[in-house]
């Protein structure tokens, strides 16, 4: 009979059919059992997993655990942050494009970060103001200098944090800078384009201070776009710093837009909501509010 060793562990990389698995004493390359197909489940990085392991022959996947939250592109599980990587000039900082990326954190129950990159070009002060100020976390980075570089390292302790930003701002030069040793590939900004290319291929998670860190290939408001549409109704939970105001509004069915004896739109006049956010919730709002939900659930 052969000998079999049961161990927990998290799916850190997929690759040719394979699942590395980390468990507490090393990294076994398994393979998913058939009833995952069966059942329509597919394993991703970030899950923890129970596998078995023969004393020869292939390491198994034989149960995925609850999931607490995941992405559909990239396929990532279990995350704890999302660093939202954005420069501050060339290309400069587009408000509502990180909007968009912290309303879809915040509705999977991910926290969401704001990095500004690329501040020796220029002041990050009005722009963390902006996310500071409704309680969501944000820095400014440099790589000239470094600065603000252990303020972000203090955040990834302990948790799995995906980095995401669009093109030529900087993500894997900050990576690069919170982790030599990683040795991610930069793309320069293309010039003719007026964008970058992508440079990283895999989704993969390295275990760094305490947590994990993914790189994510590509991964940028397209993706949030086309994969991570809220619903109307529930786009309002998606902004934190709404939810005081939330049955104080003159009208119950208010959809803070602009209707008359709207608190949220009063906390904005009195500037305790920051203007940009208002209207990135209101132009999010008009996106999404012919949609039908089978078209978002598709």
Same mark, same amino acid.
């Given at each position: 009979?052969?000998?079999?060793?049961?161990?927990?562990?998290?799916?850190?990389?997929?690759?040719?059919?394979?699942?590395? =698995?980390?468990?507490?004493?090393?990294?076994?390359?398994?393979?998913?059992?058939?009833?995952?197909?069966?059942?329509?489940? =597919?394993?991703?990085?970030?899950?923890?997993?129970?596998?078995?392991?023969?004393?020869?022959?292939?390491?198994?996947?034989?149960?995925?655990?609850?999931?607490?939250?995941? /992405?559909?592109? &990239?396929?990532?599980?279990? /995350?704890?942050?999302?660093?939202?990587?954005?420069?501050?000039?060339? &290309?400069?900082?587009? /408000?509502?494009?990180?909007?968009?990326?912290?309303?879809?954190?915040?509705?999977?129950?991910?926290?969401?970060?704001?990095?500004? +990159?690329? +501040?020796?070009?220029? +002041?990050?002060?009005?722009?963390?103001?902006?996310?500071?100020?409704?309680?969501?976390?944000?820095?400014?980075?440099?790589?000239?200098?470094?600065?603000?570089?252990?303020?972000?390292?203090?955040?990834?302790?302990?948790?799995?944090?995906?980095? @995401?930003?669009?093109?030529?701002?900087?993500?894997?030069?900050?990576?690069?800078?919170?982790? &030599?040793?990683?040795?991610?590939?930069?793309?320069?900004?293309?010039?003719? /384009?007026?964008?970058?290319?992508?440079?990283?291929?895999?989704?993969?998670?390295?275990?760094?201070?305490?947590?994990?860190?993914?790189?994510?290939?590509?991964?940028?408001?397209?993706?949030?776009?086309?994969?991570?549409?809220?619903?109307?109704?529930?786009?309002?939970?998606?902004?934190?710093?709404?939810?005081?105001?939330?049955?104080?509004?003159?009208?119950?069915? @208010?959809?803070?837009? @602009?209707?008359?004896?709207?608190?949220?739109?009063?906390?904005?006049?009195?500037?305790?909501?920051?203007?940009?956010?208002?209207? +990135?919730?209101?132009?999010?709002?008009?996106?999404?509010?012919?949609?039908?939900?089978?078209?978002?659930?598709?």
């Amino acid at each position: 009979m052969t000998s079999m060793a049961h161990k927990t562990g998290i799916i850190i990389k997929i690759t040719g059919g394979f699942y590395y =698995t980390e468990a507490a004493d090393g990294v076994y390359e398994c393979k998913a059992r058939g009833v995952f197909r069966k059942r329509g489940t =597919t394993p991703l990085v970030g899950d923890h997993v129970d596998i078995t392991v023969p004393a020869d022959g292939y390491c198994s996947i034989e149960r995925v655990h609850e999931r607490k939250n995941s /992405l559909v592109r &990239p396929a990532l599980a279990n /995350l704890d942050n999302l660093m939202i990587v954005s420069s501050v000039r060339e &290309p400069a900082a587009n /408000l509502y494009l990180i909007d968009k990326m912290t309303a879809a954190a915040v509705s999977k129950g991910i926290t969401p970060i704001v990095v500004f +990159s690329k +501040s020796d070009l220029g +002041s990050a002060k009005e722009l963390i103001d902006v996310y500071r100020k409704v309680d969501i976390p944000a820095f400014e980075f440099s790589c000239v200098d470094n600065r603000g570089i252990e303020d972000i390292k203090a955040v990834l302790k302990d948790k799995v944090t995906a980095f @995401c930003g669009n093109s030529g701002v900087g993500k894997s030069t900050l990576l690069n800078a919170l982790f &030599p040793d990683l040795e991610l590939k930069t793309g320069e900004i293309s010039d003719k /384009l007026g964008r970058g290319r992508h440079t990283t291929r895999t989704v993969e998670l390295f275990k760094r201070h305490g947590g994990y860190i993914a790189d994510t290939p590509g991964f940028s408001t397209v993706d949030i776009e086309r994969f991570e549409l809220i619903r109307k109704d529930e786009l309002k939970f998606a902004f934190p710093e709404f939810e005081e105001y939330f049955g104080t509004c003159k009208f119950n069915s @208010c959809n803070h837009l @602009c209707e008359q004896g709207c608190r949220v739109i009063e906390a904005v006049e009195r500037g305790d909501i920051p203007k940009s956010r208002h209207e +990135s919730y209101v132009r999010m709002y008009n996106e999404v509010k012919d949609i039908k939900d089978w078209q978002i659930d598709s």
